[in-house]
């Protein structure tokens, strides 16, 4: 991975173990603008962070994951270590307690739309982070 360039879109980290309720998250973020990289476990998203966290606008995994990171702790470790990564956490299954959840984050429940997502991201990210589809799509709803 490359360090982004103001004119590059950029990148979001899907994590979740469903396969089809994977490829429908990474659809709706590449309609968004990002470009999405996507992996089924915490573990696998930790690795990631670790290696290329500076490079990442967002973070949008699942709750129920396989192995040492479910959604929560992926989402306080990302948050802690990776500030600037806006987060998204969803389930159809948990409902966030008090603590789960970093400041920085917010939750959504599955099934989800393209349009509850867009809404999130645009409360989450900073201008200067959302694509540029993300900012065009954002226009009708604020109007």
């Known amino acids: 991975m490359h360090r982004l360039r103001s004119s590059s879109p950029p990148y979001a980290l899907v994590v979740e173990g ?23 476990t915490g573990e696998e998203a930790m690795r990631l962070l670790d290696k290329h ?58 099934p989800f739309s393209a349009d509850v997502v867009y809404n999130h991201l645009q409360r989450i990210l900073p201008d200067d982070t959302k694509p540029e589809p993300l900012r065009s799509i954002s226009e009708p709803l604020q109007g």
């Open 53 to 110: 966290g500076a490079e990442f606008a967002l973070l949008f995994t699942a709750v129920g994951l396989s192995g040492h990171y479910d959604g929560f702790a992926l989402a306080r470790k990302a948050a802690s270590d990776h500030p600037h990564i806006g987060i998204v956490v969803a389930s159809g299954h948990h409902m966030p307690a008090p603590g789960d959840l970093p400041d920085s984050a917010c939750f959504i429940k599955k």
């Open 18 to 40: 469903h396969s089809l309720v994977r490829m429908d998250a990474v659809s709706i973020l590449e309609g968004a603008g990002f470009r999405v990289l996507d992996v089924a």
